[in-house]
């Protein structure tokens, strides 16, 4: 079971059995001889520095990367001991997930093993559902749809991660490593996989494919060897703090208002409200205790589920997690200032937005073992560091910032649309047991035609509050806000 997957894929199994086509390798080290620990059907490539089907510029990556992990590499990483190698005939089977940028598969080698990473070697005594989930899956980058968009490469997106997350997050980051695919031949059984099952892709992802590349990745494994007794909790944590810019009167935080904005300016049928979307990030990694964290989880597991209340209390612990606090410590310490201020050539800014987008993965029971009676979590990772370029997304960030704080969306009490007042859909840890405003100083979202002009439909002519004019669907938003309708303010009249 999966909670709050981003993109939930379940395909059939189906299996690829690529073709063994010839390429001209450069012979391999001594060390691939030996082959790797635990997979002698994977052998380990050492990177010469003349290789004809290495770019110049991945070349330079490669390069840095040594330079990072000599004189004393970490034991099993990688670099400074070459490359794993896919050999040919490796079967890649479900398609584990998808997203706009690469997709996930399960890999299996020719002799039908697994390839495990650097922590799993003690593990080899465990039984082999739980060698299983200590395994890798292959990523792979998808052909990119809008093409102008500028990207960083495998490479480029590995030397960041070694450089600049693994340094601050330590032993929470979901293990990635390269691996050369150019002798596997996956490429086009991958794109076949894809192509028979297009149909039952998320409607977004249909029709995209993966790009012809030397490069992927192979990464820890996070699903949960045991369905029936442990779930995978998969979540963006988001801003686990207030943006620096945000306005000192502010009753959301900057992932709620966000939250609040996506739901108002870009309407759409099912769209889940923004209490039920993701919880507040406040409540995460947060020192004060906020059982609310519990309620907002609540909503996510239907009620009729007989784990419920067991899933509750596992997920009350899981926000308490170090694992949390120390995303927030790095967000908070690599941007003092906030996206309104921030240079675009400030790459400690653009560190604490791609922290700001990482994934969480949480393995956790729901039924207490022999072993472990408690609820702890097994396993919490941080994944998916997608470097930022600043150059390319400081203006969509300021922009984005300057319409939470113009709009509303950090501040406002109410939305006012077509003579009624709701109450805004969040449910952000700084709404909570704050005392109400007193009229003069209430703030609304005045909801509008895009047609309309300012003043028509206003609100009755006893409140002086400040409002905020937004313009957007309004037959769909009366709908999407049908269950959050209040009483008009005390001491206002209609107007
Ligand atoms: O702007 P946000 O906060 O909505 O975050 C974007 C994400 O939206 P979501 O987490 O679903 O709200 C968005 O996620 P989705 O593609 O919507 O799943 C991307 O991660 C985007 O980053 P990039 O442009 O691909 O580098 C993210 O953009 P930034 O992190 O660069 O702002
Ligand atoms: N290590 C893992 N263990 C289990 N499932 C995973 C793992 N990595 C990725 N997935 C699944 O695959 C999906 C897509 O993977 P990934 O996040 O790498 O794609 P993406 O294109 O970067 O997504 P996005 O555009 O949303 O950032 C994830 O949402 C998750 O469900």
Request: charged share 25%.
């Amino acid at each position: 079971m999966v909670l709050w997957r981003k993109k939930p894929f379940v395909s059939p199994t189906a299996v690829i059995t690529p073709s063994s086509p010839k390429i001209d390798l450069r012979p391999a080290s001594p060390r691939a001889a030996r082959g790797y620990a635990s997979s002698p059907a994977c052998s380990i490539y050492s990177v010469c520095g003349d290789e004809a089907w290495i770019s110049q510029e991945d070349m330079d990556h490669l390069r840095q990367l040594s330079e990072v992990h000599h004189p004393a590499p970490q034991n099993g990483d990688p670099y400074g001991k070459g490359v794993r190698l896919l050999p040919p005939g490796c079967k890649v089977g479900r398609l584990v997930g998808e997203g706009a940028a690469n997709a996930v598969f399960e890999l299996v080698l020719p002799d039908g093993s697994y390839l495990y990473h650097q922590n799993s070697r003690s593990l080899t005594h465990l039984s082999l559902a739980d060698m299983r989930c200590a395994g890798l899956l292959l990523r792979v980058a998808k052909a990119p749809i809008d093409g102008d968009r500028p990207r960083f490469n495998y490479l480029q997106q590995y030397q960041y991660y070694c450089t600049h997350i693994k340094p601050i997050l330590g032993s929470y980051i979901l293990h990635q490593e390269l691996v050369i695919l150019r002798d596997a031949n996956l490429i086009d059984p991958i794109n076949d996989f894809l192509r028979a099952i297009d149909h039952q892709r998320d409607l977004k992802f249909r029709g995209t494919f993966i790009e012809p590349s030397e490069w992927g990745f192979l990464v820890e494994d996070m699903q949960p060897h045991d369905p029936e007794t442990t779930i995978l909790v998969e979540f963006k944590p988001k801003w686990l703090s207030q943006s620096p810019n945000a306005p000192k009167n502010a009753i959301r935080c900057r992932q709620c208002a966000k939250e609040l904005y996506s739901y108002i300016v870009d309407p759409q049928v099912g769209k889940p409200v923004p209490t039920k979307a993701k919880p507040c990030p406040l409540m995460i990694g947060n020192d004060a205790s906020n059982p609310a964290f519990t309620d907002s989880v609540c909503r996510r597991v239907p009620s009729t589920d007989k784990r419920r209340k067991r899933l509750n209390s596992t997920l009350d612990v899981l926000r308490n997690e170090p694992a949390f606090k120390t995303l927030r410590l790095a967000q908070e310490a690599n941007d003092h200032v906030g996206p309104l201020k921030a240079d675009k050539k400030d790459a400690q800014f653009a560190l604490a937005m791609t922290l700001r987008d990482c994934t969480c993965f949480a393995q956790v029971l729901t039924t207490p073992t022999q072993q472990q009676d408690s609820f702890k979590p097994l396993k919490i990772r941080f994944g998916d560091f997608d470097m930022k370029m600043p150059e390319f997304k400081l203006t969509y960030w300021r922009t984005i910032e300057e319409q939470l704080i113009k709009g509303g969306f950090y501040t406002a009490d109410m939305i006012y649309c077509r003579g009624q007042f709701y109450r805004p859909p969040t449910k952000c840890y700084l709404e909570r047991g704050r005392p109400t405003r007193p009229m003069e100083e209430l703030e609304v979202i005045h909801l509008q035609e895009p047609q309309q002009k300012n003043g028509v439909d206003s609100l009755p002519p006893t409140m002086k509050s400040m409002t905020h004019a937004i313009h957007t669907d309004v037959n769909l938003m009366e709908k999407c806000l049908e269950h959050y309708k209040v009483r008009k303010p005390e001491g206002s009249q209609k107007g």
